[in-house]
């Protein structure tokens, strides 16, 4: 996750992470309450089922999305780096 940038958006992958840049500034919580949003938002899901599972303070976090399978994943998130 990189905070501060000028638009949210999923902008690549690095190893097995996708790099995911926020407008949100890292202060009080607020690029873990944008996070959270946004993943919910892109993949269609409720806000209560995205949690951030480790990583609160970091930039390296790990999320887990309730009721989306790994081939929905996938399909939407190659969707999302390669568009036509």
């Given at each position: 996750m990189v905070p501060r940038a000028p638009r949210s958006a999923i902008t690549g992958?690095?190893?097995d992470a996708i790099l995911v840049r926020?407008?949100?500034?890292p202060v009080?919580?607020?690029?873990?309450d944008a996070l959270i949003e946004f993943l919910a938002g892109?993949?269609?899901?409720?806000?209560?089922d995205v949690t951030i599972l480790s990583?609160?303070?970091s930039r390296d976090k790990r999320v887990a999305i309730d009721g989306l399978s790994d081939?929905?994943?996938s399909t939407r998130l190659?969707?999302?780096l390669n568009p036509r």
């Open positions: 992958t690095r190893g926020l407008a949100a500034p009080d919580g607020a690029a873990n892109t993949f269609d899901r409720p806000r209560r990583g609160l303070k081939d929905d994943f190659s969707a999302i």
